[in-house]
């Protein structure tokens, strides 16, 4: 039983870790740019130099 304890401790502990490191993203402003990713694939890619000759 005491095991379970542990185990929630360490689960609340880990759950604090990536709330804190979530909100260290949005304030360093990691999601700012919400366009760039919906069109990037409509973007060609470099012609390979084989195609060029």
């Known amino acids: ?3 379970l304890y542990f185990l929630i401790g ?3 502990f880990l ?3 990536f ?3 979530f909100f ?3 304030k360093n402003g990691q999601n700012d740019d919400t366009y760039t ?3 990037r694939i409509l973007f060609d890619d470099d012609i390979p130099k084989e195609a060029e000759k």
Do not use: E, H, Q, T
Request: charged letters at 0%; aromatic letters at 12%; one cysteine or more.
């Open 10 to 12: 360490c689960s609340v």
């Open 1 to 3: 039983m005491n095991i």
């Open 19 to 21: 709330l804190f490191a």
């Open 37 to 39: 990713p919906g069109v």
């Open 24 to 26: 260290w993203a949005m």
């Open 15 to 17: 759950a604090l870790i």
